[in-house]
């Protein structure tokens, strides 16, 4: 069994230098997921000057930890924007997921990237009789946006009611990534972090360890932000975690989800079956190899055999909407996906690219990063006490009392992935300190 996402095991994997030296560039892109390297690649027809850093390595964090679904059948993710804000609202979101995977498309084959796309029919379900009601006026809602749907059953999970949609896709987000760079003639770092960010006259200064990169713009696409002050992020949402597997061997060609929580995905990939459990607030349930013993029975009692084992954490924002878009002047921001990084990644590229060069975008006020709405305080009182929660949580769990830089927070040791993990806000860190998931940006001391 490999302790490791899939999409990592790859061979000749891509890899680039870190940065050596002072930078003056029109852009600076800080992120190397799908959400960076599609802003990079929107921008690459421009006279503009831009650059990519990466604290760890491309696409081997959150991008390289996900199912690789490209869907707009996300759980009950439709109805909770429908509950916070109408149906306007949620239909707009919906067309924001189908551009999404349009665009996808679009790149994929002008560009002709080997990522493994295949359209498959997407699957929601719900096992709970009390939730069928639900689901079917989520149908009701998609027929009212011209998708169809199609009730049907799926013999590897028990079900009061599932229906499915089509077009729909799954592909491979690391292959996709590194493609979509090898298309752009923009430099790229990896193991570059940015430390600190200064405003300078109408400029920026980006500080690394060692060097300054100045710039017009900053656009920040790491999947947590990690400044406090002043967007005091860590009450704008909290984190999930979720445990997958890839187990041999499957012949399905599906890609399922569960309509409520905890989630339950499925997808095949070749001659696996992905299969994703156990999600969880990142602040509760602290217990690593229970939650993967628990995975891999289920995918035992399929009769499979595990074959990889990695997990996720996803920011889920206070009203269910990703933010994306502009910060502050000439601070551009895509974050809080929600668990869907992957078609909001591909869609943030698109927003962020054309907030540079002024162009209209319909989609810039839904994912107004200082939006307001009425689930934002009641939610933020609640992320404050899962935050503490978390905290408490760790210090009772920790065993070693290393803090995590970010907002000293205890680290947990994720004996499965041999790892230290915070409980608060999903910073991660190898054995050897390292950090290797934001929003901490220095290495721990141990």
Known sequence: MKNISIW?????????????????????????????????????????????????????????????????????????IRNNFDDKVASLYLKSQIDAITLAKTIINKERIDCDLEEV??????????????????????????????????????????????????????????????????????HTSIKKIEKENNHYICYTDKNKIRTKWVIIASHYPYFIMPYLFPIKGYIEKSYLTAARKAKDKIS??????????IRNYKDY???????????????DKKHFEELNKKVNDLNLITIYNWSNTDIMTNDSLPYIGTLKN?????????????????????????????????????FNPNRKSSKQITSSITNIGKNLSGYFNGLLKSEEKHLCPHMY???IYN???????????????????IVINAPANRNIKK
């Open 330 to 366: 000439r601070v551009l921001l895509a974050t809080g996906f929600n668990t869907w990084g992957l078609t909001n990644g591909i869609l943030s590229g698109k927003i962020l690219s054309d907030i540079v060069l002024n162009k209209e975008n319909e989609y810039i006020s839904l």
């Open 121 to 190: 029919s997407s699957y929601v379900y719900t096992n709970n009789e009390e939730e069928i009601s639900k689901l079917k006026d989520l149908e009701t809602f998609l027929h009212k946006n011209n998708i169809n749907t199609k009730e049907t059953i799926y013999d590897k999970v028990i079900s009061k009611y599932m229906f499915k949609v089509n077009n729909t896709y799954t592909f491979h987000p690391v292959k996709f990534v590194s493609y979509l760079l090898k298309k752009t003639p923009f430099p790229v770092y990896e």
């Open 409 to 411: 927070c205890p680290l």
């Open 256 to 265: 399922l989800i569960s309509y409520s929580t905890p989630s339950i995905s």
């Open 273 to 287: 079956l992905i299969y994703l459990s156990n999600s969880h607030s990142i602040n509760t349930n602290l217990n």
């Open 415 to 433: 004996e499965v992935e041999n790892t230290y993990d915070c409980p608060c806000h999903g910073s991660r860190f190898n054995k050897e300190g």
């Open 8 to 80: 990592k095991d790859i061979e000749n994997k891509e890899t680039y230098p870190s940065l050596n030296e002072n930078k003056e560039v029109d852009c600076l892109i800080i992120g190397g997921g799908i959400t960076g390297a599609s802003c990079l690649y929107h921008l690459k027809d421009t006279n503009l000057k831009v650059m990519l850093v990466e604290q760890n390595e491309i696409a081997m964090a959150t991008t390289g930890n996900s199912t690789g679904k490209l869907t707009y059948l996300q759980n009950d993710l439709i109805d909770k």
